[in-house]
């Protein structure tokens, strides 16, 4: 079982898979009010940044499961890195459906909503996880411009412009679902910048390592296209934010 290969290829020197910077990742932990010995589920938990540096530096436990096997080694690594290994567990699995046997202070899906279809269903996912009281953080992109043509929406990689909310709209949905937002951080484009230019120098060293394999010739091509599109559309019209929510 495995992400396809690309993501495997084009994000394996990323530590954060997402927009978010090392520093903001750092504003969230901090926001939350964590305190030692909280319980945290990162569903499409990545390389395991976030809840490697949450316990380095909250204390906190937590349980990250993904399904890239390449991340979930990078995560297990880093945990030894950060020595919070005996904090932290990462499973290499299907995030889909799964709660957690105790309840937890934090449940997460930061940009993997997809795993339960879609915001409304990993809300309702994570919900089952959480202890009253306890929070939900979601993740997820929206329309910091709203795109004035579907290709433009596709040039962004989504399938249309009704993938993605604008942030009010964003926001009033989670009011919609019966939950406060009691928290957000959203990115900024030098963050989209770290996500998405990180991966071009990874691109040219992974196609000068590896010319002969099947996959050169669309990383190459990748790469030749990449920069222009994404500063013609998601650096324009994507944002993302971290969204903490509370159910009323
Ligand atoms: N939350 C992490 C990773 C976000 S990228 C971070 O912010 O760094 C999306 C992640 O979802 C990838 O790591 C990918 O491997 C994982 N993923 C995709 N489908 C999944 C599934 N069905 N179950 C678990 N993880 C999945």
Redesign the pocket.
Known sequence: MD?PRI?NITESAHR???P?TPEKLATLGAALRLESGDRVL??????G??LCTWARDHGITGIG????QL?TEQAKLRAVELGVADQVTFIHD???GYVSDEKVSVAAC???TW?AGGVAGSIKLLAQSVRSGGIILI?EPYWRRLPPTEDVAKGCLANSISDFLMLPELLASFNHLGYDVVEMVLADQDGWDRYEAAKWLTMRRWLEDNPDDEYARDVRATLTSEPERYATYTREYLGWGVFALMPR
Do not use: Q, W, Y
């Open positions: 992400i993501f954060i898979h997402n978010i990162d569903l499409g938990s990545g390389s940044e976030m499961i993904d399904m890239s991340f299907d995030a889909a930061v940009g993997a795993i993740g």
